[in-house]
């Protein structure tokens, strides 16, 4: 079985970046355990792109879906023909998420 790419969005990356220096405040080892689990996660889509539940989203026609590690919640798409997975937001699911957009 071949793998898929896992493509991360800048937004996403930014994301990730803000988790790491939030949590790095308080204790830089917790920050880098959290974000390699992240990491880690993210990975795992390489073998099975569509291991995540369905997202519901209104705003687009592409299917989403999401994983989730930890307190954090992962927004994916995946598209077969191309082999690929875009990891498009991540977000501390402890605070309101009715704001998500996609």
Do not use: C
Not at 35 to 58: C, H, M, Y
């Amino acid at each position: 079985m071949k793998k898929a790419h896992v493509v991360w969005s800048a937004s996403a990356l930014v994301d990730l970046e803000t988790i790491h220096d939030f949590i790095s405040e308080k204790s830089q080892q917790a920050a880098q355990k959290i974000t390699l689990a992240i990491l880690a996660r993210a990975k795992q889509l390489e073998t099975f792109p569509e291991s995540g539940n369905k997202q519901e989203v209104v705003s687009d026609a592409r299917e989403y879906r999401y994983l989730v590690e930890g307190n954090y919640k992962m927004i994916y798409s995946y598209r077969a023909v191309a082999q690929a997975v875009y990891i498009e937001m991540i977000f501390d699911m402890r605070y309101n998420s009715g704001g998500l957009k996609i």
